[in-house]
């Protein structure tokens, strides 16, 4: 009888002590009921030159977490990674370590996968920072960041015209008033875009021509 007491006190005593054990959370990747998520989010393009030092991004819809950083199927530090105010940026240092070429860049964040086809290159070719195709926020002026290396814009246009005080290029950021865009919708509440054309002219005779897609109702 004694015995089994011992064996029972034993009992209660290591009970008690398992109670008082302390739990470690750990960060986990991002998940839904059936597991861990692996589709992809995000599939898009991205240009970047070694000649500049600002960090290339693509937007997202949200801010996101994220988890893991592969370059052509091998595994980078996240630390070369940032989100913030709905984009995904990319440490230019990092970019610029690698050689010329084209790389295929895969992110896991919190919504998926993000699969980025990056082309990497050594010249001075003006060329859009992040994206061309842009979401209107209304009242809100567009800014696009276009690396021209010192030259401006020879022109802008777009169908039915925009006046030179509807916009301005300053420290590589063309800037669009809203009230173009306003006035857009006004005429044509089921418009749904705004394509610009953009001349930089380079190298003297070289000019580059690139479009802008403003997206008015998503």
């Known amino acids: 009888m004694k015995k089994i007491l011992l064996i029972l006190m034993l009992v209660i005593l ?27 989010y995000l599939t898009l393009n991205l240009y970047h030159n070694v000649n500049v030092d ?12 994220l988890y893991e950083f592969k370059v052509d199927g091998n595994e980078i530090a996240v630390s070369n990674l940032s989100s913030t105010s709905n984009k995904i940026f990319i440490n ?3 970019l610029n370590s690698l050689a010329p070429g084209n790389y295929n860049l895969r992110v896991l964040t919190t919504l998926g996968y993000v699969n980025i ?12 920072i992040g994206t061309n195709n842009i979401n209107y926020q209304e009242n809100q002026d567009v800014e696009v960041i276009i690396e021209t290396f010192g030259k401006g814009i020879s022109s802008i246009s777009t169908t039915g015209g925009i006046e030179t005080n509807q916009y301005s290029f300053n420290n590589r950021t063309l800037t669009i008033n809203h009230e173009f865009f306003d006035d857009k919708i006004t005429e044509n509440p089921d ?10 002219t380079y190298n003297e005779s070289d000019t580059l021509i690139t479009a802008i897609n403003v997206i008015l109702n998503d």
């Open 92 to 94: 230019h240092a990092y």
């Open 117 to 128: 086809s990056l082309e990497l290159v050594n010249d001075f070719k003006p060329y859009i």
């Open 191 to 200: 418009r749904t875009n705004v394509i610009f054309m953009i001349a930089i």
């Open 54 to 65: 600002h960090d290339p991004f693509i937007e997202t819809s949200s801010t996101l977490n």
């Open 14 to 40: 290591l009970q008690g002590c398992n109670s008082n054990t302390t739990t470690t959370t750990t960060t986990t990747l991002p998940t839904t009921d059936s597991g861990y998520i692996t589709e992809d």
